[in-house]
């Protein structure tokens, strides 16, 4: 796995993740996810969610880590 995707996925593109996970409190959602866990990217916001991740399971997450967007 490369850069929470795998090489052989259709999203799978250097530059487009690197976009996605400097973007902040961006929720990155894929089939090729395979982990359990989310992973925090590294600008602390932005979140690769396991695969089979709803929206609302990212949101509850979110809330429970104290990782939403600031109002």
Same mark, same amino acid.
């Given at each position: &796995?490369?850069?929470?995707? @795998?090489?052989?996925?259709?999203? #799978?593109?250097? =530059?487009?993740?690197?976009?996605?996970?400097? =973007?902040? #409190?961006?929720?990155?959602? $894929?089939? $090729? /996810?395979?982990?359990?866990?989310? /992973?925090? &990217?590294?600008?602390?916001?932005?979140? =690769?969610?396991? $695969?089979?991740?709803?929206?609302?399971?990212?949101?509850?997450?979110?809330?429970?880590? @104290?990782? $939403?967007?600031?109002?």
């Amino acid at each position: &796995m490369y850069n929470h995707h @795998d090489p052989d996925c259709p999203n #799978f593109s250097e =530059a487009g993740l690197a976009a996605a996970q400097d =973007a902040h #409190f961006n929720d990155i959602f $894929c089939d $090729c /996810h395979r982990y359990v866990e989310p /992973h925090v &990217m590294p600008n602390g916001t932005a979140i =690769a969610w396991p $695969c089979g991740w709803s929206a609302e399971e990212a949101i509850a997450w979110r809330v429970a880590h @104290d990782l $939403c967007r600031p109002s």
